[in-house]
């Protein structure tokens, strides 16, 4: 059957990719293998196991690569031992009884070989929750940093909102003192033109009267409203 799975990797994913690919390195196996292994359990093909671990897992298991590495010279060189002692005439007792004394060290040499899988099992898992509490503190930080844009340009239009209001108040009073501006500019024009005129003929005093509109208009002489 043809793997076509293309669904995003989960945590439980990855973490068992991580198991598999060191259980083979400390079993002396290839990653291909572990790859292959891990691609038949999740319907994946092998290349997309091997992309996933190079670009996304292996980063964060370096302590337990190289735990795994060490774990597997160990082993080997047991086995040699053991060959060793098979064909040698000293009784393999001696060398089961020899032991290192325990330090930071050589303490992971001294770990029984039953719980091997639960040693490597818990350092993925205080691994996995590290990365976890890592992910969770960059995403708190992400949504701090977005509120507070947004608090930042929520401040920005509601003064964009309070200058747009200032500015048409401004356009209206503009308006309005073109307008009055323009009244009066006729009000003098029309007193210039009657001055002018009153000059031409015999000097008398004006009279002025006010319409309805607010216009300034010489009285005729002789007339009275």
Known sequence: MVKVRQDAWSHEDDLLLAETVLRHIREGSTQLNAFEEVGDHLNRTSAACGFRWNAEVRNKYDHAIDLAKRQ???KKRAVAVQSQSQSSSQPVVQLERKTTPVNENNIERNIPAQQTESYMSMDLVIGYLKQVKKENQTSNQSKASLERLEKENQ???????????????????????QEDYQVFIQIMERARKMTVLDDQGPTKTPAFRMDKNGNLQQVANGTSN
């Open 155 to 177: 401040g920005l239009r509601n003064h964009v909102t309070e200058l747009g209001k200032k500015l048409t108040v401004t356009e209206k009073q503009l308006s309005t003192i």
């Open 72 to 74: 597997r010279k160990e």
